[in-house]
């Protein structure tokens, strides 16, 4: 009767208040700027502004391993570091795909690839790893392509000589390594179905490889009638805690009467607390 809630994920909505030019308060946007200020420090702090509003980012963000040296090779970009956030982006790039596929082979082992990777321990080969995560229906052409698109910027900036402009090869590279993160591992219509403002696994997905080993460890189990989260707030933003009280019946209901369950408790607690003010 429970589903798989995705509780892992942090608020981040300050590119997109900064970017509005109506119905943003000056009192909210000078306390942005002072954020800012104090992440990134005084110091060409206008060009720093640019360079961070130049980034385009979902506000939900996934807190992952992978997101976390992600903000790093942000943050290089945005304090004008740009060649070690160009070299990041593409480093991350490989460790992702090392990361799916050494994670994963096992469940792909009917596969005619498998024969290839079975015995690795590191994949340095990208052509190959690309073509692995497309044979198991991981990625598609579309993110395939971006993943090649990343690997010659990496060839380009890490292997050839000469002076090149980091600025427009980092700001490639971070655009390219935050399709594929996005891609993979964001809040996807193929694996989640919302209950109003809150993402749950579809029960037909949970036995899917990836679901499996990343995306379930980043959720809480938890049954319709489950309170609303506690707020804590970190350095990366606001985070959510889930607690879950209540026992339930041992039977399996489809997604969609999870949902109707839930909105209809959430009605019904909302108009509890109505009547007892």
Not at 47 to 76: C, G, M, P, V, W
Request: proline fraction near 4%.
């Amino acid at each position: 009767m429970k589903r798989y809630r995705f509780t892992n994920f942090v608020i981040d909505s300050n590119r997109s208040l900064l970017k509005q030019p109506k119905g943003v308060s000056e009192e909210l946007r000078q306390q942005i700027l002072a954020e800012l200020r104090i992440r990134y420090g005084d110091t060409n702090f206008k060009d720093k502004l640019e360079r961070y509003l130049e980034l385009e980012t979902e506000n939900i963000k996934i807190f992952t391993e992978y997101h976390e040296i992600l903000y790093e090779a942000q943050d290089s970009y945005i304090c004008g570091y740009y060649y070690p956030s160009l070299t990041a982006s593409c480093c991350l790039g490989e460790r992702i795909f090392n990361i799916l596929i050494l994670k994963l082979r096992d469940y792909y082992k009917h596969s005619q690839i498998y024969k290839k990777i079975y015995s690795k321990n590191l994949i340095q080969d990208w052509e190959l790893a690309i073509n692995v995560l497309k044979d198991w229906n991981l990625i598609g052409d579309e993110l395939a392509n971006d993943y090649f698109k990343l690997h010659e910027v990496r060839i380009e900036n890490v292997h050839l000589k000469g002076f090149r402009d980091f600025r427009s090869e980092a700001r490639f590279a971070l655009q390219q390594i935050m399709k594929i993160t996005d891609a993979l591992f964001s809040l996807r219509k193929d694996i989640f179905f919302w209950v109003p403002g809150e993402p749950y696994i579809r029960k037909d997905k949970e036995e899917e490889p990836i679901v499996k080993e990343f995306f379930i460890p980043n959720c809480k189990l938890l049954g319709y009638k489950h309170p609303a989260p506690r707020l804590e707030t970190l350095p990366e933003g606001i985070v959510f805690i889930f607690d879950d009280p209540y026992d339930y019946e041992h039977r399996e209901i489809t997604d969609e009467e999870f949902k109707r369950l839930r909105e209809e408790w959430r009605k019904s607690q909302h108009s509890k607390a109505q009547s007892d003010k």
